[in-house]
């Protein structure tokens, strides 16, 4: 079982086990989370498998890649839970769960269930110049931003597309002194004044512990 990052962002993970009764059908970019969690909660009735975090590059295609895995893993478990939020898939994800009979995690993304729905739609209308990073999206800064958007070939283009935020929100779900640096350098690299907010797992942990 692979959990470099590399390795989450491009292939996923693949079930944790068979001796759980409920699936989580995850993305890759919280493979660690989530398993910190069961670790630390004593959660053995949860298995996980990830799907790979690059599908965030494409989210038109999660809402498929999640069929399928509900699909192939069905018959194994007494119940699956879907570890990803709307993420960009205009609703599609949610209208599929409900098809297939699954359930899966509230919120639009990631962002917002680690900072908490409730608080984040509050605060989300005085903040729609922010750019947010996750403790694994700082980790995989080039992978995300850096590289799909050819600013490590044509840095010229950062005002293109960073021109209208102001700020870069680092939601750090654990305290990492390094990884709160590799935010910090990843705000100066794009010209965004920076933010540390500790979330900890917000919603994430709360949506867990009740299955």
Known sequence: MSLTDTALTEDGLAPTGSRGRILLIACGALAREILDLRAANGWTHLDLTCLP???????????????????????????IFVVYA????????????????????SGPHCYSFFDGNERFARQSESEITTFYLTDFLVR???????KPMGLDRHPELRDMYFGNYEKLVYQAQT?????????????KTLGLHFERRFTGYGDLETTLSNL
């Open 86 to 105: 709307d993420c960009g898939t205009g609703g599609l994800l949610e209208a599929a769960c409900k098809d297939i009979g699954v359930h899966m995690v």
């Open 140 to 146: 995989q800064f080039d992978a995300f931003v850096i």
């Open 175 to 187: 305290d990492d002194p390094a990884l709160t640096q590799k935010a910090r350098d990843a705000a």
């Open 53 to 79: 975090a690059k599908l965030h590059l494409y989210p038109e295609k999660i809402t498929q890649a999640v069929r399928e895995a509900v699909s192939k893993h069905a018959d194994a478990y007494d119940d």
